[in-house]
């Protein structure tokens, strides 16, 4: 019997159609989280979605859900995040979109029987942005924590936190999650491998520091009088990137986020604040990096700290796992098991329903840039798999339904 195949043609001209939306040529895309190219991309999804007779919900975040099936019973759901960073790629996020897109076209032309719901979904905010990363899926997970810190950061992006109780959705709206993605690294290339299998998502610690030093004239003060802010913030961002290495297993440790005020060049600089960003697949190596980071601080430097995010790491749901690795053996396509240190909408969905990622291989393991690149044979097949694996999953929750219908 013939396999079901994807239509690479049509996958293709979808990507770089929604990929127009907000492309700035060399500079790569911007579609930032909750931007007017976010939701023009969104729009554009939803049109699409509409086209295929799919019933269409937008929730009051933006999150938006085109549903193949009875509305009432438990979906599969599968899709990814259509914002990106700033300057980023074509494929993160988007690629995940429209591979969804392409396999629940391809099961309607196949005359698929809904009798498992599909769902395609694309969530808000997923890249680093006001409101936290993976915002509208965490929401949708019920994971959001409400502060007054947090509902004036909702308001200054036109949210109220009545929106934010809106979205939760229960566990049994869903079976499972499956989350087609790019791998952002280079194993997969590496090893010549072309589906990766994740086990379980990266956890992320992110500390805000404050460093205290007293701004003064650049040209008077002499070297040992000063009190540098940028100096010791930059022996501390050193010592991060020591206690990371010295770490080893699945942890790294970044300072991307830093301002140093009042950021003259004739001032000595008199305050520093950063962003440390930890992450690993367990989560007490990672916190005990964290104390090795803040008693570094306590004895060396003058610095505020706080906890500005805190993500555990989490496992991805094995029957998922064995479900992809069956479909990759019975396709002979090379596949590995493996630790995703990007984090993704599958990971917020792990606290309401059963889990699986697919990756497909990045080009250099190049990523949130614009010469992020996968080659289109390695797109077709992993939305095969994802394709098949769709199917083995909704023919495994058909016996569930028939077992508890017997019963
Ligand atoms: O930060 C991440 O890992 C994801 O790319 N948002
Ligand atoms: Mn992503
Ligand atoms: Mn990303």
Redesign the pocket.
């Known amino acids: 019997m013939t396999k079901l195949q994807i239509n690479i043609d049509r996958l293709k001209h979808n990507l770089l159609e929604v990929g127009q939306i907000a492309n700035s040529g060399e500079k790569g895309y911007t579609r930032l989280a909750y931007s007017k190219e976010e939701k023009a991309a969104i729009e554009w999804l939803k049109q699409k979605m509409i086209n295929l007779s799919l019933s269409v919900k937008q929730d009051r975040l933006g999150n938006t859900f085109g549903r193949l099936g009875d509305v009432d019973q438990p979906a599969i759901c599968f899709g990814s995040h259509l914002d990106t960073?700033p300057e980023g790629g074509l494929y993160?996020g988007a690629l995940g979109v429209i591979v969804g897109l392409e396999c629940i076209q391809t099961l309607i032309e196949s005359g698929y029987n809904p009798e498992i719901p599909l769902e395609l979904a694309t969530f808000v905010g997923?890249?680093?942005n006001p409101l936290g990363?993976?915002f509208g899926s965490r929401a949708v997970a019920g994971l959001v924590k409400h502060s007054n810190k947090f509902e004036k950061k909702l308001q200054s992006l036109n949210f109220t936190w009545d929106d934010v109780v809106s979205v939760i959705k229960k566990p049994t709206d869903y079976h499972c999650y499956l989350e087609l993605h790019i791998e952002?690294g280079a194993l997969l290339e590496t090893i010549d491998k072309k589906v990766g299998i994740v086990t379980s998502i990266?956890g992320?610690l992110r500390l805000s520091v404050r460093v205290n030093g007293k701004a003064s004239h650049s040209g008077t003060t002499p070297m040992k009088m000063r009190k540098d802010a940028l100096l010791d913030a930059a022996k501390l961002i050193q010592t991060v990137n020591n206690i990371a290495i010295d770490a080893g297993g699945n942890i790294v440790a970044t300072v991307g986020e830093i301002t140093a005020s009042p950021n003259l060049a004739n001032v000595v600089p008199g305050q520093v604040e950063l962003m440390i960003e930890i992450?690993g697949s367990n989560w007490e190596e990672m916190k005990t990096v964290e104390e090795k980071i803040r008693k570094w601080m306590l004895e060396n430097i003058d610095a505020e700290v706080a906890i500005a995010v805190e993500k555990q790491p989490n496992a991805l749901t094995e029957s998922i796992q064995k479900c992809i690795e069956e479909v990759c053996k019975s396709r002979n396509t090379a596949y590995k098991y493996m630790f995703s240190?990007?984090?993704?909408d599958a990971n917020s969905l792990t606290s309401i329903t059963d889990v699986g990622m697919i990756f497909v291989p990045s080009k250099a393991g190049l990523?949130?840039h614009p010469d992020e690149f996968t080659s289109w044979s390695d797109i077709e097949i992993g939305a095969n798999v994802m394709l098949e694996t769709l199917l083995k999953l909704s023919k495994k929750y058909e016996k569930v339904n028939m077992a508890v219908e017997k019963s």
């Open positions: 960073v993160d997923e890249e680093a990363g993976t952002q990266a992320i992450r240190g990007a984090n993704h990523s949130h």
